[in-house]
Every structure is written in structure tokens, then in C-alpha cells.
């Protein structure tokens, strides 16, 4: 069975850093786009940016650049998204959800959804 | 890419058609449209890609049309689990982006 499994529910305070994850299994890991995906309380979905596990090409929204890093270790089948720096505006799902490198089938399969709360 | 989903609610009963609209800023290439549903409390799972294939498993009560610039989703008859919200997404090159999303609430 494919299966994103992403990391646990997170409380953090402003300027702390983190890094969530999302493992991989039941198919290729390296054939796919890793995506990230964040959803603020009561609001839409907004796209982050992805990475290719083959060789960790990124895009990112410009909405996201430089504010968080996304990576992957193709050796354990997990990507990863980071902060160095969070705030309280960070609060938020985020999903990982994997599409197909040749862009052509969209989100096939989405993680459970990670809960991060950014509060003093 | 930007892509503007209407309406923004949509109030209907249980065996009504419901016709949801995501227009784009400029032509999207390849028809690199997904459909999205989203129940509360769940992740998003995929309907429809390339602007009218279903993905696996899904109803064929669910179709998808359209191509450049005007997409639709359309349920034929509505079923109770069917009541969510609806985003549809850009799915070539990035950005990806997604549309503000329609609810589907019953009437």
C-alpha cells in the first residue's frame, strides 16, 4: 500500500526552529515529487514548493522562499520541511503529498497532516 | 498560474447536480488541472487530474471538463458524503498553486 506517513503534532514558541517529516512507502520514493502543502486554521490550501528525492531539486512558492528549507534522505525514504526561525503565523497543517515526477497526475497520495502551533 | 474557484459556497440537497467552476489566469499547459475534495478534519484526496480523468476509485458520478482557461467538476447527483470542500490545483510546473476552494453544504 502507498503510505505518506508524516511526523507528530508540534508546539513550539516564537524563534524556536523545527523540522517535520514524511516517510515514504509502498512505491518508488525516488519516482515522485515530495510536495508540501500548508493549511492555516479555517483556510484554503496553499502550495509550499517541492523536491525531487532523486537528486533534491526544489522549487519553492515565492510566498515560502526563504523561509523554509525543504529536503530529503532518499537512504530512509523521508523528506522534510524546516524552519530556522518560526512565528506565531507558522500555525498550521501541513501535508506532504507525493505527485508524479512527469507532472502528469497531480497529488495521488497525501500524508495525515502535520498540527504545528507557534504560540508564546 | 492563478486560479479562481466560484462559487464560493454552493447550497444544495442530496440527488441535485452540482457545477463547480476554477478559472486561470493564463491557458494551462498540458490541462494540468486537478480536482481536490477535502472532508473537515481529513488530508485532501484527489478526484480528477489532466482536467477529466478520475483517479482510482472514484465515482463516476464525479467528472471532470474544460480546457486553457475554464474548468468544471461536476457531481451528478449528490450523496451525503459528497457535502466537503472542493480546490482545484495546477498540476505542470511550479507553482503549483490552488484555487480558494468551494463548499458544497447541504441545503
Redesign the interface.
Known sequence: EVQLAQSGAEVKKPGESLRISCKGSGYSFTSYWI?W?RQMPGK????M??IDPSDSYT????SFQGHVTISTDKSTSTAYLQWSSLNASDTAIY?C?R?ALT??????C????TLVTVSS | IVLTQSPGTLSLSPGERATLSCRASRTVT?N?L?W?Q?QPGQ????L???ASTR??GIPDRFSGSGSGTDFTLTISRLEPEDFA?Y?C?Y???????????TKVEIK
Open positions: 510536495n502543502v484554503g490550501l496553499e502550495w514548493g517541492r522549487n519553492y512558492s515565492p501535508y503529498a505527485h507532472d502528469s497526475l497531480g497529488g495521488d497525501w500524508g495525515q497532516g | 498540458n494540468y486537478a481536490y477535502q488530508a485532501p484526496r484527489l480528477i487530474y489532466g483517479a482510482t470542500v480546490y490545483q498540476h505542470g510546473s511550479s507553482p503549483l498553486n490552488f484555487g480558494g476552494g
